[in-house]
């Protein structure tokens, strides 16, 4: 290879190299700025959550949401809200799946819980979208963050 | 004389029943041959065992759940040189890094256990962790039953118990369906224990579902006692079905795991007390069993039920009677599972007043007669002592007529027992506006706004009709509220002095009812319930600006009480609560008290306490109702002796043990915010 056509592939490479660096920064920063605010479920998917909802979560958190039957806590409102803000959509997702129903954890599968967190956000005033939340690793780079 | 009330005083007189503490026959007198009462240590044995081995050997400190330890090197002089020695994550790393989606809640309220100088502890998901008590590393942890998601997921539980023949000793613990023994030096199951290991508490009839218990077995001789609920409506405390499946308590053979008995805590058609039950309702009621601690006299052979109400229990037109053995502290023989007698604190509960904290054993001396002395607590705020070898209160208990009811069908008792001594630990069971908060005209103003649609009514009113017309009348307001005066966390004796400790907030409750036709579910089998399907959601129905509380302080407070006399010696407000709170700013306001459940350690020198936390659902939801200081108190007069600051509000139980010479506090903490962790404090 001669000098000249080495520094070309050498400017070509930094040059890709930069404009990788470029679109990885990018895609790192869309993914860092996504948060529940951003139309992250579909309302086909918060439906089939309320189903599941209904199926699984009603008896202590009841319709509304208020819980207060066998220790469960409000799924709605300020504190419900606080409680998860800053933190990624991942920890919540991770808190149902472990933890619920009290009566039989885990026992949810992983798109029942995605459907139910759906069903939950459409439930705390956030907007719907046109793509389905998940899979569950793209909760990672999703911040909870309350409602405006 | 009502149609039942007639029945159960012609029981009385054929002798099922006695006066006052109500003495069922025993059915078997066998046990006391078979079991000589020497062979099993007593309460006081036990206690000096603790002190000589620095053990803290059942999860309520000995059987009788005393919540008491007789080391006293930590002490009134040195206790403010207490230092956190070692923290560890409510989920040990290695768990977390096969599961990473285990996120447990941050209500652990797990208390550990210390035996041969090893620290055991149910983890934030309910598996059991053996732990350096020096260091706090972990010396293993108890692996999921399979490697799934499903068999980890779990919930941490207040405790476990111990049992050891020689060199084996096993570790007990109840965890989602299953019965389990551990191994204590390898961290492995007992695969003879049930099948494969593991007994299915599951059990079988209508109504049932899944098993679920919060607080943990008790060992009493050769058997595991074992509450919680296998009624698939849960606790049974929201929804418009009447009919669910009963939580007996269940007996098991410590060695086997096998079957060995079932206390029916709804009475089988023919058995003593079935006709509380008007209507034949026993035969579909469901619930009452016990989910509180557990505790028990080896020497007698009596495991203590703390047992709570009937299913939905804010109407109760179906189920006119007593409605026996709700609202009970009971003794069952451990080797025959029958009851030898029961006292019942609620007749025909309309309140959710059920039994709170475990039945705390102790002895004491009431004008010279030495008395073997158990000590209930009740929502309600009363304690009730009895002796617990009959069941017949110390104090005499009068019945006094209580408001009747004005819903359509409802059958409310008209009378309740009530203690004569000793005073309750609640201070607030009569409510009126003048117990509104007037710590500042606008709080003041803002309380009578938000209770202009309730009537404040005195404790045993029940429940009314809720009016939605403008102006009309939501519910009434009754103090202490259904999340209780005292809850789980009440309760510690110290034999030392004969002082009981109870631990109480203060938070009224909203009663209002609305037909089953406005329920909004499929099908209703109640005429009538509580407005959400449940009476827990009173800060919904009475909102204050800023989730101050409506009401006066203490939000929370410790009573100490003199059994001997059954008086009480001091009151203190058990932590700052809304003092700092922006409202109050300027006013200089002493310790208020957190509306949160903390709960007590004794020790031969002190009374600790922490500040209850956030993450213990049905507590106060203003931000300054917990804190995170670990508070000592002088036992005699309540006063703060020290503090220290944790990482978070205690969820948990505190425990003592002594560790190559030190002695060390441990206490399960966490907040909504927080994660969970267990913290432990030494002398440095």
Same mark, same amino acid.
């Given at each position: 290879m001669g000098k000249r056509n080495y520094f070309l592939t050498l400017t070509c490479v930094i040059l890709a190299m930069l404009a990788g660096v470029a679109a990885f920064a990018e895609v790192v920063t869309k993914a860092q700025n996504a948060t529940t605010r951003d139309g992250i479920y579909t309302l086909a998917q918060a439906a089939s959550g309320k189903a599941v909802y209904a199926r699984s979560c009603t008896v202590c958190h009841l319709d509304s949401l208020a819980g207060g039957v066998n220790e469960a806590p409000a799924l709605k409102g300020k504190q419900f809200l606080s409680e998860w803000e800053g933190q990624p959509l991942r920890s919540l997702f991770g808190r149902i799946i472990s933890t619920m129903p009290s009566d039989d954890p885990g026992s949810l599968s992983e798109q029942e819980t995605l459907d139910v967190l759906a069903y939950l956000l459409q439930a705390n005033g956030y907007r719907s979208g046109k793509k389905r939340l998940? #899979? #569950?690793? /793209? $909760? *990672?780079?999703i911040q909870f963050v309350a409602t405006k | 004389m009502s149609r039942l009330r007639f029945a159960a005083a012609i029981a009385m007189c054929l002798g099922l029943a006695g006066a006052g503490g109500t003495v069922l026959r025993a059915r078997s007198g066998k046990q006391a041959q078979t079991n000589p009462e020497s062979q099993w240590p007593s309460l006081a044995e036990q206690t000096a065992e603790m002190g000589k081995t620095g053990d803290w050997p059942y999860y309520g400190g000995n059987k009788g759940f005393d919540r008491y330890s007789p080391l006293d090197q930590i002490n009134a002089e040195n206790v403010k040189n207490l230092k956190i020695a070692w923290t560890r994550p409510g989920i040990d790393a290695s768990l977390t890094k096969d599961f990473p989606d285990l996120n447990p809640s941050h209500y652990y309220d797990a208390t550990p256990v210390m035996v041969d100088g090893v620290l055991y502890a149910p983890d934030a998901i309910g598996l059991l962790e053996a732990i350096d008590p020096a260091t706090g590393q972990t010396i293993w942890v108890q692996q999921p039953y399979a490697p799934t998601m499903r068999e980890a997921a779990g919930r941490s539980m207040r405790g476990i118990d111990t049992w050891r023949d020689g060199s084996d000793l096993r570790l007990i613990l109840v965890r989602g369906n299953y019965l389990y023994e551990v191994n204590a030096k390898s961290g492995k199951l007992y695969l003879v224990f049930g099948a494969n290991g593991r007994v299915d508490l599951r059990m079988k009839g209508p109504y049932t579902g899944r098993f679920h218990d919060s607080s943990g077995p008790i060992v009493v001789r050769n058997v595991i006692v074992v509450g919680g609920s296998s009624a698939a409506n849960g606790a049974g405390d929201g929804g418009f079905i009447k009919e669910a499946a009963p939580d007996n308590v269940r007996g098991y053979d410590v060695r086997t795991g096998k079957l060995l008995w079932t206390f029916h805590v709804i009475p089988l058609p023919g058995h003593a007390g079935y006709n509380t039950w008007g209507d034949h309702s026993a035969d579909f009621s469901g619930n009452a069993g016990t989910w509180n601690p557990l505790s028990a006299d080896e020497q007698l052979g009596l495991v203590y039920l703390p047992l709570k109400s009937a299913t939905n229990p804010y109407y109760g037109g179906w189920r006119p009677g007593d409605n026996l053995f709700t609202d009970c502290v009971a003794a069952v023989?451990?080797? =025959? %599972?029958?009851?030898r007698w029961y006292f019942q604190m609620i007749h025909h509960d309309l309140w959710d007043y059920e039994s709170e904290g475990p039945p705390v054993l102790g002895n004491i001396a009431v004008d010279g007669k030495h008395i073997k002395a158990l000590m209930q607590a009740n929502k309600n705020g009363f304690l009730y002592v009895l002796d617990r070898t009959s069941g017949k209160p110390v104090w005499p208990m009068v019945e006094r007529p209580v408001p009747a009811s004005t819903i359509p069908g409802e059958h409310a008792s008209p009378t309740q027992p009530f203690p004569t001594k000793p005073p309750a630990l609640s201070l607030l069971q009569d409510l009126t506006? *003048?117990? $509104?908060? *007037? $710590? =500042?005209p606008e709080l003041h103003k803002e309380a009578l706004q938000a209770t202009s649609r309730y009537d404040l009514a005195p404790m045993y009113t029940p429940p009314a009709m809720r009016s939605d017309k403008p102006g009309g009348r939501l519910a009434i307001l009754i103090s202490p509220g259904d999340w209780g005066s005292p809850n789980w966390n009440t309760g510690a004796f110290d034999p030392g002095t004969d002082m009981y400790y109870g631990v109480t907030m203060r938070q009224p409750e909203a009663f209002g009812l609305v037909p089953a036709a406005q329920c909004n579910c499929d099908k209703a089998t109640m005429a009538y319930n509580e407005t959400? %399907?449940?009476? /827990?959601n009173h800060y919904l129905n009475v909102p204050m600006p800023d989730d101050m509380p409506y009401v006066k302080p203490p939000y929370g407070h410790i009573t100490a009480i003199q059994m001997n006399q059954g008086s009480v010696l001091w009151r203190a407000a058990d932590g700052d609560g809304i003092r700092n709170a922006p409202q109050l700013k300027g006013l200089h306001l002493p310790m208020l008290g957190v509306q949160s459940r903390p709960a007590a350690l004794v020790t031969k020198t002190l009374l600790f306490l922490g500040e209850g936390s956030d993450a213990i659902i049905g507590t106060g939801r203003s931000p300054y109702e917990w804190g995170k200081k670990f508070i000592a108190y002088d036992k005699t007069t309540g006063k703060v002796i020290s503090e220290i600051e944790l990482p978070s509000g205690t969820t948990g139980g505190p425990m003592t043990y002594m560790y190559k010479g030190k002695q060390f506090i441990v206490v399960a903490v966490g907040s909504r915010k927080d994660a969970p962790e267990l913290v432990a404090l030494t002398l440095q």
């Open positions: 998940g #899979p #569950p690793d /793209a $909760l *990672n780079k | 023989d451990v080797e =025959t %599972g029958q009851i506006e *003048n117990d $509104l908060i *007037n $710590l =500042t959400e %399907g449940s009476g /827990a």
